[in-house]
């Protein structure tokens, strides 16, 4: 899966979606991830009302399952759920993006609920016949 990063110094989780000059991208599996494009944005990104500003973004975080930020708003949050994007916003600015692409790493291996659904999978369904006895 791919995963996004709203980020200003292309280490932490440090910026706001509608705001951030920068967007790194990676793909991600259960066997590791790798870094794929960071996406730069110019002009005048500050709070400002201007919904066009975010067009852009959303279209660079395309076919991203997941989009880490530091804050969004409520309208980029729903246009990113409508193209099946979930945005999640990091626990604070100084979240290292590596560290989360790790802990995404492992969770792949057994996925919960939010994720499988993020994901396209079945988040209730669970394989009982691995379990012992």
């Known amino acids: 899966m791919k995963v996004a990063f709203a980020t200003q110094d292309n280490v932490h989780i440090n910026a706001h979606f509608g705001w951030a000059k920068k967007v790194d991208i990676y793909d991600v599996s259960d066997e590791g991830f790798d870094f ?3 996406v730069e944005f110019g002009g005048e990104l ?7 500003k975010l067009v852009p973004k959303i279209n660079a975080v395309e ?3 997941l989009v880490y930020v530091s804050a969004i708003g409520g309208s980029a ?10 945005p ?4 604070n600015k100084d979240d290292e993006i ?3 692409l ?15 659904k993020a994901l ?12 012992e006895e």
């Open 36 to 38: 794929l494009n960071t």
């Open 46 to 52: 500050k709070e400002d009302g201007n919904e066009d």
């Open 63 to 65: 076919g991203c399952t």
């Open 77 to 86: 949050a729903s246009r990113l759920l409508k193209n099946k994007i979930t």
């Open 88 to 91: 999640l916003k990091a626990e």
């Open 98 to 100: 590596t560290d989360v």
């Open 102 to 116: 790790n802990s995404l790493v492992k969770t792949l291996g057994n996925p919960p609920p939010w994720l499988r």
């Open 120 to 131: 396209g999978k079945n988040a209730t369904s669970f394989d009982f016949e691995d379990e």
